[in-house]
């Protein structure tokens, strides 16, 4: 047949790098026909040089112009749109049939929204979207009749671990989901070993090569906080059945416990073009040019608890799932405050958790009733963090 359209949403960054190359070793499959970017148009137009996109969007109205010049200039015919509506329409437009949603933080939320109710395969990276509007986007994808097959590492390794598709848990004898986490590069520190920690030192991690928000957040623990609340939504899993542990090497991507103590698990090599590879060939295998796993060489596998009372933020995406409603919504607007701050220089690493437990401290959680409401209380935690930021720096 034809290959499968696919929207790159995030194209220039990590994840959608990851996805082109993929893609790239498939065109008998795979076709990248929608590119889209913020406003790194020296990033995109070599993409649509390769990738010969039906459409190039800038999410910055501003950059139109000189993707338009530029894209003329390389020799390369195809559509150009700008602004967050343009992003919305392509995702839920005719032009794919695969959404990469790989725009990062809060961004992502109306993309995200708009491929699952057209009923696209969507390829989650984009895990904020899912944190703030989880039971939304699960509507959405009921609506949609499409599916969601997830792309974090950890909830692919879970969903490949796990019957397929959203199980009942208890039906299928699934005990407990358990999380592996990095640690990231400040694993094994104390609290006054972090007061002082740079972003190039946060953004160094010992594994994965990522965007700089996703960094800072693996370097907090913030990741997995967020992680535990992507696969409570994603796999129905309340609480106290998710589980985390500090595995370092990231070799095992994480893990499904069954009642019968059976432990499955899912290893690879810490590259996102497994997940990526899998998760658009699913239930079908493909190449993805990884190196294959040298056991022997990465011996001996290591794991430990998480420690919570250094990496605050993982014990306050717990408590912000356990409040529920809006909570996390709350948790990771604060949270990208704070990670903004902390890379301009403004705002020391240990105040990041500070920062986020303080704006959930005033902002109790409300029911998640609608898209529009939700952004509303994102833009009113936003201003409640930088109200605090202004106070404390
Ligand atoms: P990057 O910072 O590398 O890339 C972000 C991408 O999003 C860029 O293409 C950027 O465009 C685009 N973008 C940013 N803001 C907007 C906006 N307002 N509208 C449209 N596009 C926008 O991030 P990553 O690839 O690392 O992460 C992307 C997502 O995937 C995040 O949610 C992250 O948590 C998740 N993820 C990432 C993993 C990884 O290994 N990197 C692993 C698991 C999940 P521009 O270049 O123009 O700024
Ligand atoms: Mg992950």
Redesign the pocket.
């Known amino acids: 047949g034809h290959p499968r359209r696919v929207a790159v949403?995030?194209?220039?960054?990590?994840?959608?790098?990851?996805t082109l190359d993929v893609i790239g070793r498939h065109p008998d499959r795979f076709r990248a026909s929608v590119l889209?970017?913020?406003?790194?148009v020296d990033?995109?137009v070599p993409l649509c040089a390769a990738h010969r996109p039906e459409l190039a969007i800038?999410?910055d109205p501003a950059m139109e112009g000189a993707l338009a010049r530029q894209l003329d200039a390389a020799g390369v015919r195809c559509t150009v749109a700008s602004g967050?509506e343009a992003?919305v329409a392509a995702a839920g437009g005719s032009l794919c049939d695969v959404v990469v949603a790989?725009?990062?933080?809060a961004?992502?939320l109306e993309s995200t929204l708009a491929a699952a109710r057209a009923g696209k395969r969507l390829l989650l990276?984009?895990?904020?979207s899912i944190v703030m509007a989880g039971p939304l986007l699960l509507a959405a994808l009921r609506e949609g009749g499409g599916e969601l097959v997830p792309?974090?590492?950890e909830h692919n390794a879970i969903f490949q671990c796990l019957p397929g598709g959203r199980p009942d848990l208890d039906a299928h004898g699934v005990r407990r989901l358990i999380l592996t986490a990095s640690g990231g590069p400040f694993r094994g520190r104390s609290r006054a070993e972090l007061a002082a920690v740079t972003p190039e030192q946060a953004c160094k991690h010992p594994n994965?090569?990522?965007?700089?928000?996703?960094?800072v957040?693996s370097a907090t623990l913030m990741?997995k906080g967020?992680e535990v609340i992507e696969a409570h939504h994603l796999f129905g899993a309340a609480p106290e059945r998710i589980e985390v542990v500090v595995h370092p090497q990231s070799m095992i991507h994480s893990m499904v416990e069954y009642a019968d103590g059976s432990v499955l698990a899912q290893l690879g090599n810490p590259d996102?073009r497994t997940a990526i590879a899998h998760a658009l060939a699913w239930p079908e295998r493909i190449e993805a040019g990884v190196t294959p796993l040298d056991l022997a060489a990465c011996a001996p596998l290591a794991f430990e608890r998480p420690d919570l009372d250094t990496f605050r933020c993982l014990a306050l995406a717990f408590q912000a799932l356990r409040e529920g409603g809006d909570a996390p919504a709350i948790l990771n607007a604060a949270n990208e405050v704070a990670v903004d701050a902390f890379l301009a220089g403004t705002l020391p690493f240990l105040a990041i958790a500070e920062l986020v437990e303080g704006v959930l401290a005033e902002l109790p959680a409300q029911p998640v009733v609608d898209v529009q409401t939700l952004r509303e209380r994102d833009a009113q935690a936003r201003s409640v963090a930088r109200r605090k930021l202004r106070t404390a720096c």
Do not use: C, F, Q, Y
């Open positions: 949403l995030g194209a220039t960054g990590s994840i959608g790098g990851s889209v970017a913020h406003r790194n990033a995109l800038v999410a967050p992003i790989a725009i990062v933080g961004a992502g990276a984009n895990k904020e792309v974090d590492s994965w090569v990522m965007g700089r928000k996703i960094s957040d990741n967020l996102m």
